[in-house]
C-alpha cells in the first residue's frame, strides 16, 4: 500500500518506518471525521486502515469511560501488547488526530515509540 509523500501525515508515517526497525503499520485519523489521513502497511494482508478504524472505537470507549466515571483527564496515548506484537494509539494535542504504529514486539520498545511518535506528529 502506498502513502502519500509530502503531505503531513505522510511525513509523519515517512518518520516512523525511518527509524522504527519492525514496524508494521502507521497511520493517522481525524478522530471528528472518523477518516484516515494516511496509511501505511509493510505487510501484506494486514489492512491499516481497518487496523485504525477500530483502534478509534477503542479510544471512543476509553473516552466514554473516563467520562461516566467523571474524571478530568483526558488519554494521552494508549499501548496494547500482543504475543507478537505492539500497538501504540497517540492522540495529538490537539485531540483531533489519533496516531497509530504497530510493531513487532521483539524489537519494540514502547518509549522508544512513544517518543518517535511525538517527533514526527508535530504540526498535524
Do not use: W
Not at 42 to 60: I, N, Q, S, W, Y
Amino acid at each position: 500500500m502506498a502513502y502519500s509523500k509530502g503531505t503531513l501525515a505522510g511525513d509523519f508515517i515517512d518518520g516512523v518506518l525511518s527509524e522504527l526497525s519492525g514496524a508494521i503499520a502507521v497511520g493517522v485519523v481525524e478522530i471528528i471525521d472518523e477518516l484516515s489521513m494516511d496509511t501505511f502497511s509493510v505487510r501484506d494482508g494486514f489492512d491499516p486502515d481497518v487496523a485504525c478504524a477500530h483502534m478509534l472505537e477503542v479510544v471512543k470507549a476509553q473516552q466514554q469511560t473516563i467520562k461516566a466515571l467523571r474524571l478530568n483527564e483526558s488519554i494521552k496515548d494508549m499501548c496494547i501488547t500482543m504475543d507478537t506484537q505492539v500497538h501504540l494509539l497517540t492522540l495529538s494535542k490537539s485531540g483531533k488526530a489519533l496516531f497509530y504504529v504497530a510493531a513487532e514486539s521483539a524489537g519494540a520498545n514502547v518509549s522508544i515509540m512513544r517518543s518517535v511518535i511525538r517527533k514526527y506528529a508535530k504540526g498535524i
